[in-house]
């Protein structure tokens, strides 16, 4: 295994061309980049935007359609995690690949140590760990069972396996979305020890602050491709946040809002370790867009609305009354839309058919089911209205429904609801995973149920798509909700502001300087 | 009192320790394989079937240990085919097992049919001998119990011993252990999860197979249908009890056959007041309650049952 | 080489799959049968003409055929909403037992009104079986699979306890069975001076509703939507304890209602070799019917055929009759493969 020296002219990873499809998806398209020795090189784009996938291929979790990758200037076999350990290129994978049952110095060994030794050599590695541990300043217990630690920990753990490995290329993927304030502070300075004593660094982020403050250079990733590459030191905040978010397609555009009566409205809602003191209030006739990073507690807030998850503190009430936790029948004959985050998982039943989907959840209701029969004309006919009504391609009544793309699958999904003309919409991350046409079929859709005095709540972490559709925008960090600010006045430096961690105060703050 | 007579009586715990035997064996090989991520409902009638051909070999002429390695080598048979069927394709692992069971269960049935055509009484062959060591028969009490054990009673106590010091002190129990608790973070650190769970799978089953030969070789000295009388079960119930550890495995193990080893004493004493049924009930109730004490309290490996598919993470 | 998953599932590779598992598993058995110096061809040949070469022959068959019928549905409908049901032997058992029990107070009865009664008291028992291990899985979390097949002994043994107890009777000689069912409660033969009894319809006629409730109720559906993605059926609104306890009773009753129809229609007492395996063999049925209650009829009837025919072809030809086992186990497993390969293509 060759290293190159330090300040060689040779860069430490090259990127060339690297393509790489999922069925439909384009996931990377003909990425190039470059990585210097001692160089932090952060890369930055949105959810969706191809970072992961681009670091997996370089770790050899997939294999490229096209493209190669070299490190340190040797070419690097694809599809092999072994061969890319053995160049010298560590992995923190954004969710941790850990063993939760085993302890710290297992996890850390596993893999290291020829499967034919009689005996493990534990005593040497876990020096060997500890003097790791001392060089970087990742104290962690390596007795620990791994199930035991907290997040943060969990993180040094992944960073020490890495390291252990000999890696002088470190790849962090997402490193602090699951991070305290204080937790990513310290990252970041061990980050900088790490860049000192020799290693490169690449850090996947969207959070613009911390990519700012500790990387040298960013390349900026949208839809797949390199759209920018800027030092650090040259751009600010407003800049790359433009870059990152920028879209051509036309997205349909929002009249003004003639909100009604309160519909839905939430005081001091909690959920144990997830929300904190949630206050609402959406009223018919309005969009209110809830944005965040994904893992600030919006699963958590999208369940409880669905009816599928109760609270454990505070007061929902619907229409006035006491909203039915847990209680997805009623909230059906109530009126409640429901579009869940999971679009696989919950939202439909792939081996069912497209029939049995669109009415399952009102299976019980007439004219679906009488005397206990389903009656499955009416069903099937629902179905083709649907279908007809909301444009959903790729397959019949009769199709199972995991024929269809996820845009249509999607489409269905908000379809069911929407048909009903619900007086309450609940959409969670409704245009994730979705190709543009479908993401403007669907803004269109919840503009459409806005207009026909629906009150709809949007929970996205796509900040575009929270600005153009909301009237209202709340930010979600860490499970608590910032003050609502009306779209108007609130801009995307604001907005990218408070979902990258600045505090609540500081951002609403700066909001209100807006807003007079 | 009778009751704790039996108790402290030599003959029982020498009982105990041959009735743990198959158990142990069993335990171990389903330990092995839900370890490595891979549920093994085959054990029945593998052991089964590693009953019959343990029997057969020998009583075809060939001596006592070639027996134990030809049930081992035919429980690897079994252990393969599960293996193909839910490591390689992905097949549901319960149903796969149980077709395992019923096909190998018959398929001894059907051998030893053709190799033994029906006869008043099925005919024998000489087991294994108890063992005499040197230094601990001389041990009162102790010595007595452990001079009437066979040496495939040993070989259990080493096997589990073996296995504790495979999974937790080498680098290929390691990998085991990883590759049934998260074989994707396995994958990414250089292990391959699918040869470390077929690798094992095929010995966890050569073991239950040796677990089956006991009945045969040691235990019995004849093949009979039914003869395992749902010891693999038990044997499943037996891991969770364990922990999924092999030092636990033995003693749940010992436990358990002290529980069968006392109720059939407690027979000759209370058969007349209790029907001996529910003596015989007593180690399959035991194995569920023993199933449910432990259904929240064990550290499942996380990664069991779940079909592992290079590429999709 | 690599699996990808077919797009569009075509109906004659659903047909294809049994089929090609049934001829799978008969070249396989046919090494065995030439171990025994045997042609396969012939024994074959032999296990057919024994099953259906004569009046008597395919009424056995038919018989045969009843219980099976009967627990390859129970297994269908738990296994359906991933209820691993493997307890259908001891259900048959207990609703055996049950019948036996409840037969000797309805005895005077009329045949109308004591049938139907006992049929009901026999699924009873099974339903509750089942009902242990499954409460046992939704409130602690216990896996039924092991709960399930331990409880098969426990059943047996209680049943041996039973006839060799209070449900003695004291006209065997010796060889412990239980009370008769009484006359009236017998179920009528459909061929005079054989075998065959109404059982077989009504096994037939329940095929038939547990596809209708499958397939056209409300019930059905939930369930299936259970089966196959609990947590989308959650979001839609299904009460998945209970549409889970629901379905598992209904398993286990059809089970329990094997082991009455059997006493009631074939012994007319119950002696603890009752069943020669059916609890297990109706697992076998079920996988090769695909899960399907109008395929568990032509499944059970396979099956039957072997082992009805094996019996007399190891008189004639000296194949030891275990090779129906082997044969029908075998068939699960390559039911198993066969059903991959309508899911999957492979690609080099």
Redesign the interface.
């Known amino acids: 295994m060759q290293r190159t020296p330090a300040g060689s002219a040779v860069p430490a990873l090259e990127l060339s061309g690297i393509t790489k499809r999922f069925g439909d998806t384009l996931a990377n398209d003909d990425i190039s980049l470059s990585l210097a020795r001692g160089e932090v090189l952060a890369l930055l784009g949105e959810n969706g935007a191809g970072k992961t996938t681009l670091m997996?291929i370089l770790?050899g979790?997939?294999t490229p359609d096209a493209g190669s990758v070299r490190v340190n200037g040797h070419a690097l076999p694809p599809g092999r995690?072994?061969a890319a350990?053995a160049a010298g290129v560590g992995?923190v994978?954004q969710h941790f690949?850990?063993?939760?049952?085993?302890s710290v110095l297992?996890?850390v060994?596993?893999?290291?140590?020829?499967?034919?030794?009689?005996?493990?050599a534990?005593a040497d590695a876990r020096r060997r760990l500890a003097d790791i541990a001392v060089r970087f300043g990742l104290q962690v217990d390596a007795d620990a069972l791994v199930a035991d630690l907290s997040v943060g920990e969990r993180q040094r753990v992944e960073i020490l396996?890495a390291l252990y490995n000999d890696a002088d290329i470190l790849i962090l993927d997402e490193p602090t979305a699951v991070l305290t304030d204080q937790e990513a502070e310290r990252l970041f300075a061990t980050l900088r020890d790490m860049r000192e004593q020799g290693l490169s660094i690449v850090f996947i982020s969207h959070k613009l602050d911390q990519v700012l403050a500790a990387a040298d250079r960013i390349t900026v990733i949208r839809g797949g491709r390199v759209v920018a590459e800027r030092r650090a030191a040259a751009t600010d905040k407003a800049e790359l946040a433009e870059l990152m978010v920028g879209r051509t397609i036309e997205r349909p555009v929002r009249a003004p809002s003639r909100p009604g009566a309160t519909v839905l409205q939430a005081r001091g809602i909690g959920i144990e370790r997830l929300l904190h003191d949630i206050d609402f209030a959406l009223r018919a006739g309005e969009l209110l867009g809830i944005i965040g990073v994904s893992g600030n507690g919006q699963s958590a807030l999208g369940q409880l609305l669905?009816?599928?998850r109760r609270a454990d503190a505070g007061t929902l009430t619907l229409f006035d009354a006491p909203f039915p936790q847990g209680d997805?029948?009623a909230l059906?004959s109530l009126g409640v839309g429901?579009v869940?985050e999971?679009r696989g998982?919950?939202?439909?039943?792939?081996?069912?058919s497209v029939w049995?989907n669109a009415i399952?959840?009102r299976?019980?209701q007439s004219p679906f089911?009488r005397g206990?029969?389903?009656q499955?004309k009416a069903a099937r006919r629902h179905a083709a209205e649907l279908i007809q009504r909301f444009d959903v391609r790729g397959g019949g009544p009769d199709h199972?429904i995991q024929?269809l793309s996820g845009g249509n699958i999607q489409k269905l999904i908000l379809g069911r609801s929407l048909h009903a003309e619900p007086r309450l919409l609940i959409a969670a991350q409704p245009t994730r995973g979705l190709d543009e046409g479908a993401i403007a079929a669907v803004h269109e859709r919840l503009l459409e149920a806005r207009a026909n005095g629906a009150a709809v709540l949007l929970i996205s972490e796509d900040l575009d798509e929270v600005m153009r559709l909301s009237d209202r925008i709340q930010a979600i960090v860490k499970g608590r909700l910032s003050d609502p600010i009306d779209t108007e006045q609130a801009d995307a430096r604001t907005l990218g502001l408070m979902i990258a961690g600045a505090s609540i105060a500081d951002a609403s703050k700066e909001g209100a300087t807006h807003a007079v | 009192m009778e009751l704790l007579e039996i108790l402290a009586s030599a003959g029982l715990w020498a009982a105990v320790l041959r009735i743990a035997t198959p158990l142990i064996f069993g335990t171990l090989g389903a330990l092995l394989c839900e370890r490595a991520g891979v549920l093994n409902l085959g054990i029945e009638g593998i052991m089964t079937f590693g009953a019959m051909i343990g029997w057969l070999t020998v009583f075809q002429g060939a001596d006592l240990w070639t027996g134990v390695a030809a049930a081992f080598a035919a429980g690897m048979l079994f252990g393969l085919l599960h293996a193909g069927m839910t490591v390689n394709l992905g097949l549901s692992q319960h149903v796969t097992g149980l077709g395992i069971t019923l096909f190998a269960s018959s398929v001894a049935y059907y051998l030893f049919r053709l190799a033994v055509p029906v006869a008043g009484t099925p005919p024998t062959i000489e087991p294994f001998q108890p063992i005499t060591v040197p230094l601990l028969s001389s041990i009162p009490f102790l010595g007595s119990v452990l001079s009437s054990q066979t040496a495939p009673t040993w070989l259990a106590v080493l096997t589990a011993l073996a296995m504790a010091w495979l999974l937790f002190?080498?680098?290929?129990?390691?990998?085991i252990?990883?590759s049934g608790?998260?074989p994707?973070?396995?994958?990414?650190?250089?292990?391959d999860p699918v040869r470390i769970r077929i690798g094992c799978v095929m010995v966890g089953s050569g073991l239950m197979a040796v677990g089956g030969a006991f009945l045969t070789l040691s235990a019995f000295n004849s093949f009979f249908p039914t003869m395992v009388q749902g010891r693999g079960w038990v044997c499943i119930a037996l891991v969770v009890f364990a922990s999924w550890r092999p030092g636990r495995a033995l003693f749940g193990a010992l436990l358990f056959a002290l529980f069968d080893a006392y109720q059939l004493r407690l027979q000759t004493v209370l058969g007349g007041v209790v029907p001996y049924q529910l003596f015989l009930m007593v180690p399959y109730v035991l194995s569920i309650v023993a199933l449910v004490v432990m259904a929240r309290r064990a550290?499942v490996?996380?990664g069991l049952m779940k079909p592992y598919i290079k590429?999709e993470? | 080489m690599r699996f990808e998953r077919r797009?569009?599932?075509t109906a004659w590779l659903a047909l294809a799959a049994p089929l090609a598992a049934v001829i799978g598993a008969m070249v396989l058995s046919a090494g065995l049968i030439r171990l025994a110096g045997v042609p396969a061809l012939s024994a074959f040949g032999e296990i057919l003409s024994n099953a259906f070469g004569s009046r008597l022959a395919i009424t056995e068959t038919l018989t045969r055929a009843t219980p099976l019928m009967l627990t390859g549905l129970a297994a269908v409908v738990a296994f359906r909403a991933r209820i691993w049901n493997i307890g259908a032997e001891g259900q048959l058992y207990i609703g055996a037992l049950a019948v036996a029990a409840l037969g000797t107070t309805l005895s005077g009865w009329p045949g109308a009104i004591a049938i139907p009664t006992l049929m009901l008291g026999g699924a009873l028992a099974g339903a509750l079986l089942l009902l242990i291990p499954l409460l046992l899985r939704l409130r602690f979390g216990v896996d039924e699979v092991v709960t399930t097949l331990l409880l098969n002994f426990v059943a047996v043994l209680f049943v041996s306890l039973m006839i060799e107890g209070p449900l003695k009777d004291p006209m065997a000689f010796g060889w412990p069975q239980s009370v008769p069912v009484p006359i009236e409660a017998e179920l009528p033969k459909l061929v005079e001076r054989t075998r065959l009894h109404i059982g077989l319809l009504i096994a037939i006629v329940l095929a038939l509703i547990v596809h209708v409730v499958q397939s056209?109720?409300?019930?059905?559906?939930?369930s299936?939507?259970v089966g196959?993605?609990a947590?989308?059926?959650?979001?839609?609104?299904?009460r998945i304890g209970r549409t889970l306890i629901l379905t598992g009773c209904l398993s286990g009753a059809l089970a329990g209602l094997a082991g009455a129809i059997e006493v009631m229609g074939v012994k007319g007492y119950v002696t603890t070799d009752l069943s020669p395996g059916y609890g297990y063999s109706g697992i076998l049925v079920a996988m090769l019917a695909a899960l399907h209650p109008l395929g568990v009829v032509a499944a059970s009837l396979f099956a039957a055929t072997l082992f009805v025919g094996a019996d007399g072809m190891s008189r004639a030809v000296g194949v030891p009759t275990y090779i129906a086992d082997v044969t029908v186990a075998l068939s699960l497993l390559t039911m198993l493969v066969a059903l991959f390969f309508t899911q999957y293509r492979v690609r080099r």
């Open positions: 997996s770790f979790h997939y995690p072994r350990i992995m994978h690949s850990l063993a939760a049952n085993l297992e996890n060994m596993t893999g290291t140590e020829s499967l034919w030794s009689w005996r493990s534990r396996k669905c009816g599928v997805v029948d059906v429901r869940p999971d998982s919950d939202g439909a039943i792939g081996d069912m049995e399952l959840e299976a019980g089911q206990g029969f389903v499955a199972r024929l | 002190r080498t680098p290929l129990g390691l990998a252990r990883m608790e998260n994707e973070a396995a994958e990414a650190q250089g292990v550290r490996p996380q590429g993470r | 797009v569009e599932r056209r109720t409300l019930f059905g559906l939930r299936r939507a196959l993605n947590d989308g059926a959650r979001f839609a609104g299904v």
